[in-house]
């Protein structure tokens, strides 16, 4: 077989610039910007976080713009139905429920926002420490949590809660006594993972101190973990100070929480049920949001889910 020669003149010679020999076309993102992008994709999720901001902007601001503060009292109003003057009626002293409700949404989302960042801090710090420094630091450290793990955490909560004066800041503080264990393991594990890893070495190689290294490189890449816990905490936190305050361990009049209101709706439910079901309502509507756009971020901050 003899071999074709091909002309010379049918080649192209493709003169390449400097600079596009190794462009990237697709766009260079960070972990949030991809992780926002996939939970764009995820109706659920998205509705969800509509939800919960208009939640919020409402008991930011719903008080503020009542006609009644939420601790006006007038007989000559209690009871009343919702209506165009009332939407969410009044109670047994004439006060406003939308104003109440609102207030009460407040005061349960603070306490659950600080108790979410108190057992985000200190997990975070203790499970990045205990993995980190390994051995008998991390034998100790787990030791510990051993223990607080071995008790249940709303006994804690309740004995603490009957020791301490009812406030805000006792719950807050009850809340994250054992709150942030579940945290601290998380971490633990994640970075576990990572400590052995090339650029972990390559720091360490280079001089950096432990403490650069946990927070420029070890807590950066645990990020995703440390979000889904903390979005499931802020459920759990709100529930529980509802319980307590349901229980009459909490929160209690004249102060407005979600579980003082559910409380005071309770007693009434039979004659006035609109005072039980619009503060239960909100509280479910608050927990099911978080649970759908915890979800959602678990799925949009997993590596493993990008395409």
């Not at 992008?37 to 999720?45: I, P, W, Y």
């Not at 200190?122 to 793990?149: P, W, Y």
């Not at 420029?216 to 319980?243: C, W, Y």
């Amino acid at each position: 077989m003899t071999k074709t020669e091909i002309p010379q003149e049918l080649f192209t010679k493709v003169v390449v610039d400097k600079d596009e020999r190794e462009h990237i076309a697709r766009p260079n993102l960070t972990a949030f910007q991809d992780g926002w992008l996939r939970l764009k994709k995820n109706k659920a999720a998205v509705v969800s976080l509509f939800v919960l901001v208009i939640v919020i902007l409402l008991a930011i601001f719903g008080p503020v713009f009542a006609k009644h503060t939420y601790f006006d009292t007038d007989y000559s109003r209690i009871y009343q139905s919702p209506s165009a003057a009332y939407p969410f009626g009044t109670d047994q002293f004439g006060r406003d429920q939308w104003a109440r409700i609102w207030q009460g949404t407040r005061i349960s989302l603070l306490i659950a926002f600080a108790a979410a960042f108190i057992d985000l801090f200190i997990g975070v710090t203790f499970g990045a420490v205990s993995a980190l420094f390994g051995g008998r630091v991390d034998a100790i450290m787990q030791r510990i949590i051993e223990v607080l793990v071995g008790v249940p955490q709303l006994i804690i909560v309740i004995l603490l809660m009957m020791v301490m004066p009812a406030g805000i800041w006792t719950i807050v503080l009850a809340l994250s006594i054992t709150g942030w264990v579940n945290m601290a393991r998380l971490v633990r594990a994640q970075i576990l993972k990572l400590k052995n890893q090339e650029f972990v070495l390559a720091a360490r190689v280079l001089g950096t101190s432990n403490r650069d290294i946990i927070l420029k490189h070890l807590i950066p890449n645990t990020v995703g973990v440390i979000v889904i816990n903390a979005m499931f905490d802020i459920p759990s936190a709100i529930f529980t100070e509802a319980f307590l305050s349901f229980i009459g361990i909490g929160l209690a009049e004249p102060n407005a929480s979600l579980g003082v209101l559910i409380n005071n709706g309770y007693q009434v439910l039979q004659n006035f049920p609109y005072l039980l079901i619009f503060p239960a309502l909100v509280i479910i509507l608050i927990m099911v949001c978080f649970s759908i756009l915890g979800d959602g971020l678990r799925d949009a901050l997993d590596p493993r889910m990008r395409q």
